[in-house]
């Protein structure tokens, strides 16, 4: 099993859509979440950090739930622009802190 | 240009040759991560650093990838005897331990891309 599981997508959606994304991690003793964004032939960057309480940034809504291991994130009012492959990370203690992606999520928003 | 960056950005070997490749991460950063990735898959973790430490390899860190820090800024990540399933987009990032032990999110240079022929 791997340790961060997504959705395996793709999603396509139509603009304006309210899409969510899930995300599960195995190992309890993970510290801290992130959902990272990534676009085609480019490198991961951050979206947004997950919180325990949740989060919000705009049009985006991110859920921890430490008790299932599971993450997720909300996307409203879909825009073209959010077209992309959306990556949950995981920072673990191994010992040292260890940075683990999912596979990533493939987002297709479409006018 | 402060952020983490790599070098080359695209190499092209031939089978058995060795290629090494370049990271500078962003100056403040302690932690430097080396990962892998090719199409349609997130990134795989191979190795990380705290300072010039080497803290932990993944197993699919063979016995021909090697990768340094010497004086825990810049890292090189060596493959010898190359093969074509080697061919990836091999990323590096950064990132700070933070308050509380907390590392702050990873920074990801824009990759380098080799192509084993």
């Known amino acids: 099993r791997k340790e961060v599981e997504q959705d395996p997508g793709p999603f396509n959606v139509p603009e304006g859509a309210t899409v969510a994304f899930n995300c599960t991690y195995s190992?309890?003793?993970?510290?801290?979440f992130f959902w990272y964004r990534q676009d085609c032939r480019k490198e991961p960057k951050l979206l947004m950090s997950?919180?325990?309480s949740g989060n919000e940034d705009g049009r985006f809504t991110a859920q921890l739930n430490r008790a299932s291991q599971y993450i997720s994130l909300l996307i409203r009012d879909s825009k073209l622009s959010d077209s992309a492959t959306y990556l949950c990370?995981?920072?673990?203690?191994?010992?040292?802190?260890?940075?683990?992606f999912g596979a990533g999520t493939r987002l297709f928003v479409k006018a | 240009d402060t952020g983490v960056s790599q070098d080359p950005r695209h190499k092209i070997t031939k089978r058995g040759q060795n290629v090494t490749f370049r990271c500078d991460p962003i100056?403040?950063?302690?932690?430097l991560y080396w990962y892998r990735q090719t199409l349609g898959q997130g990134p795989e973790f191979l190795t990380y650093?705290?300072?010039?430490?080497?803290?932990?390899k993944s197993r699919l860190l063979s016995d021909r990838f090697s990768a340094e820090r010497p004086k825990g800024s810049f890292s090189t990540l060596e493959i010898q005897r190359t093969e074509q399933g080697d061919s990836a987009m091999y990323l590096c990032?950064?990132?700070?331990?933070?308050?509380?032990?907390?590392?702050?999110?990873?920074?990801f240079g824009q990759g380098t891309r080799l192509t084993v022929v």
């Open positions: 990370v995981v920072n673990k203690n191994t010992g040292g802190f260890k940075t683990i």
């Open positions: 997950v919180y325990s």
């Open positions: 190992n309890s003793a993970s510290q801290s």
């Open positions: 990032a950064s990132s700070s331990t933070g308050a509380g032990r907390m590392d702050t999110e990873a920074f």
């Open positions: 100056s403040e950063h302690n932690r």
């Open positions: 650093f705290q300072n010039e430490a080497q803290l932990e």
